[in-house]
């Protein structure tokens, strides 16, 4: 027997499953989810993820997997990214988590040419690998607008961090709200991006349902995570 042709709407139904509930759920369990029996649910999810068997499938449940990230993880990682740039009154090497440097011509992470550390509540001390790298280290945070001011005392970069005003640590907190705020609006841009692309499948109706029900279970499921991150962020900024 030749192999298939066109995806039937129960394999769809399992990718689907697969894709949006990893980390929460087996892939027996989206199986069963989508439709096959609990006795041989682990059997067809192991199958339908062999692309020797189902290449059609594991191609889809590949396309699918790139397209959630870049709907959801995308945002997620650019929503911690701007929460790292606001400062909470403590040192902390997440602030510089987005600094690259220039090393032998390619946009290095900084973490991946020096070691960043916390030697003390108010001090970032960066110490390169290689110590030919202090003064483009040192110029790429300058021009990071972090507000940052790495002091060069020619074996390492120490940052100092001053303490927060009671005013300013109000100010920054409605400003990671701000931030978590659009991060959601973000996300919920994705679940309409992702049901619009749903309803032109050309699938049941009954299926194209349960896809958006996928599709909001994950939005629900980024919406907290932002929540998340948004009380740890409060918590450190208000944290004398």
Not at 67 to 77: L, R
Not at 171 to 180: G, I, R, V, Y
Not at 194 to 211: G, H, Q, R, T
Request: some cysteine.
């Amino acid at each position: 027997m030749g192999l298939p042709k066109k995806l039937t709407e129960q394999q769809m139904k399992f990718a689907y499953e697969l894709v949006t509930n990893e980390g929460r759920k087996t892939a027996t369990e989206c199986a069963v989810d989508a439709g096959f029996a609990k006795d041989s649910a682990r059997q067809y999810a192991s199958k339908l993820q062999n692309p020797k068997l189902y290449p059609l499938v594991v191609k889809y449940i590949g396309e699918l997997r790139e397209e959630w990230q870049k709907k959801y993880e995308v945002t997620y990682e650019r929503h911690i990214s701007e929460l790292a740039k606001i400062r909470a009154g403590k040192a902390n090497p997440i602030m510089l988590k987005g600094v690259s440097v220039e090393y032998y011509g390619n946009m290095t992470p900084l973490n991946q040419v020096a070691s960043v550390s916390t030697p003390n509540a108010h001090t970032i001390s960066i110490q390169p690998w290689e110590k030919v790298m202090l003064e483009e280290i040192e110029k790429s945070i300058i021009n990071s607008n972090l507000g940052l001011n790495p002091v060069n005392n020619g074996e390492s970069l120490l940052i100092n961090i001053p303490p927060l005003t009671e005013e300013r640590r109000v100010e920054l907190t409605k400003l990671a709200k701000s931030e978590s705020e659009s991060a959601k609006v973000s996300i919920r841009n994705s679940r309409k991006d992702a049901n619009n692309k749903i309803k032109a499948l050309d699938i049941s109706e009954d299926l194209k349902s349960n896809l958006e029900i996928d599709s909001q279970d994950l939005t629900d499921k980024y919406i907290k995570k932002v929540d998340e991150m948004f009380t740890l962020k409060e918590k450190d900024i208000l944290t004398l």
